[in-house]
């Protein structure tokens, strides 16, 4: 999904491991000490904007700035040229800035869309969103305790 000069895609390098190419994601480099031993972001300004802009979009209201003012800054700072703003380009802006993050499967479950899979062997088929998968089994030992609670379909 990146585009061309987009200083993001600079996060994701290859390299060899035990013969084999291996593709790494360096977006949280240490600055000192060693990998995860040292505060990480858990919340950054660029996701604070891209929420802004969605919800700014949805709603036909400007609070704070307009939808597309947030997406600008998004992208501008990423070497990128402005697009019309739209409920796709922010999401698409959302993937690409909050890759590697784990923030993917929430949206998608936010908006209804089907789960993609895919692994070494290709594409496998979408878990659809109604699939009882989606929602983990309630752990026992919180049943047992709490009889107002039902269990997941599916478990």
Known sequence: LYEPGDT???????GR???TLV??????????GVNFLQNIPIMRISEMFLI????NFRGGTAIGATAQADLDRIRTRSGLGIVP??????LKE???ELAFEGDRWFDLVRLGQDIPKTSALGNLPAIAITDFRILAPIPVGELS???NLVKNDGY
């Open 23 to 32: 593709t790494y994601v360096r977006k949280w480099v240490p600055t000192q």
């Open 8 to 14: 993001r895609r600079a996060a994701i390098t290859t």
């Open 145 to 147: 305790v709490n009889p």
């Open 85 to 90: 703003v739209s409920v796709n380009a922010i």
């Open 94 to 96: 959302r993937r690409i």
């Open 17 to 19: 491991k035990s013969n």
């Open 52 to 55: 802004r802009a969605e919800a």
